[in-house]
C-alpha cells in the first residue's frame, strides 16, 4: 500500500504539473488568437419543427489554432472566461453577430433573428457592458430585434440580482432572451420566479433521452406546458433523430435545433439555406 500511495502521488504531482503547464500555454495561445484573429463564427439555423421555416439561428465561435487545429469552445471558453479575455472575445462577436444578422435580415429574411451565448463576466458593474451593446445596436441603426441573448443558470447562480437588472434593460431595449440548458442547474425553477425569459431552450441531454427514457420524455413534456403557461416559447436542443422530433412535436414544442435538422454552418453555407428558403 505504501508504494502505491507513493506512486499515486508521484502520478499526482507530475500530472498537476502537466496541467498548469497546458494551462499556461492555453492562455498563451488563446491571447495570440485574440490579436491574429483566428476565431471565426458558424450559426445553426433554429427550426420551426412542423414547417422546417428558420427565422433563428445560434452563432457558436471556433477556434482554428494554426498547428493544432480545431479547439472546442467547451475547453477554451472556460478559460478565457477566467483570465478576463472573454470580455475582448465578446465584444468581437457581438459586432460580427449584429452586422451579420442585420445583412441577412435586409437580404434574405426580415425576421431573422440571431442569439448570442453570454458568460457572468460581461454583466458586472451593473450590466454596463450589455448596455453598452444596445446602445451601439441602436447607434448603427440595427434593429433589436436582430439579437437574441443566450444565458445559463450557471451565469444567474453567480449574481442574479445584478444579471437580472442588465437583462431587464435589454429586454426593455427590445432585445430577446433565453434561458440555455434548462434543466441541468440546481434550482432552474427559482429563475423563472422572478424574471420573464423570451425562450427556453430544453438542454439536449433531456432531448437524446427522450425515445429511451419514460422520465425524460416526461420531463420534457412538462417543461413544455409550464413554459407555455409562463408565455415563454421553448427552443428543444440537440434533436438528432424523427422519432426525437416527432414526440417533441406531440408534446407541443414548436422550434427546435439538432443535428437532425442542421449541423452549425459557415457564413456561406447559411445563406445559401436562406437563399433556398426564398425561393
Ligand atoms: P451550447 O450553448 O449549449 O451550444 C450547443 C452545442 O451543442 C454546440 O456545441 C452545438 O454545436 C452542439 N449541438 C448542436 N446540435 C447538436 C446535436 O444534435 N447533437 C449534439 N450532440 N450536439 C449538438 P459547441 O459549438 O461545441 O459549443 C459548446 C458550448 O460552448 C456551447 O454550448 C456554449 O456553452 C459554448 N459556446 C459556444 N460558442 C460560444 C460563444 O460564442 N460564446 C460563449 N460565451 N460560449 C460559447
Ligand atoms: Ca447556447
Ligand atoms: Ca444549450
Ligand atoms: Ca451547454
Aim: aromatic share 8%.
Amino acid at each position: 500500500a505504501k508504494t502505491r500511495g507513493r506512486n499515486s502521488i508521484h502520478y499526482f504531482t507530475e500530472n498537476m504539473s502537466t496541467d498548469f503547464l497546458k494551462r499556461m500555454e492555453m492562455i498563451d495561445d488563446l491571447r495570440t488568437a485574440v490579436e491574429q484573429q483566428q476565431f471565426h463564427l458558424v450559426y445553426q439555423p433554429i427550426v420551426d419543427l412542423r414547417t422546417h421555416q428558420i427565422t433563428k439561428a445560434e452563432a457558436l465561435i471556433r477556434w482554428h489554432h494554426p498547428q493544432k487545429g480545431m479547439i472546442s469552445p467547451i475547453e477554451f471558453i472556460p478559460i478565457a472566461e477566467e483570465i478576463g479575455l472573454i470580455v475582448e472575445i465578446s465584444e468581437w462577436i457581438f459586432n460580427q453577430v449584429s452586422q451579420q444578422a442585420h445583412e441577412w435580415r435586409q437580404r434574405y429574411c426580415a425576421n431573422l433573428s440571431i442569439s448570442i451565448n453570454t458568460s457572468p463576466v460581461q454583466y458586472r458593474n451593473e450590466g454596463k457592458l450589455v448596455k453598452a451593446w444596445a446602445d451601439s445596436l441602436i447607434a448603427q441603426g440595427i434593429s433589436s430585434e436582430a439579437i437574441s441573448i443566450e444565458i445559463t443558470e450557471h451565469l444567474l447562480m453567480e449574481n442574479q440580482a445584478e444579471v437580472v437588472e442588465a437583462l431587464e434593460k435589454l429586454r426593455q431595449q427590445g432585445i430577446t432572451i433565453s434561458i440555455d440548458d434548462f434543466g441541468t442547474g440546481y434550482c432552474s425553477f427559482s429563475y423563472l420566479k422572478n424574471f420573464a425569459f423570451d425562450y427556453l431552450k430544453i438542454d439536449q441531454s433531456f432531448v437524446q433521452n427522450m425515445s429511451i427514457d419514460n422520465n425524460d420524455a416526461a420531463l420534457c413534456e412538462a417543461i413544455i406546458v409550464m413554459a407555455g403557461k409562463l408565455n415563454m416559447q421553448v427552443i428543444a436542443e440537440g434533436i438528432e433523430t424523427e422519432e426525437q422530433k416527432q414526440l417533441l412535436v406531440a408534446a407541443g414544442c414548436t422550434l427546435g435545433q439538432g443535428y437532425l435538422l442542421s449541423k452549425p454552418l459557415s457564413v456561406a453555407d447559411f445563406e445559401q439555406l436562406l437563399i433556398k428558403q426564398n425561393q
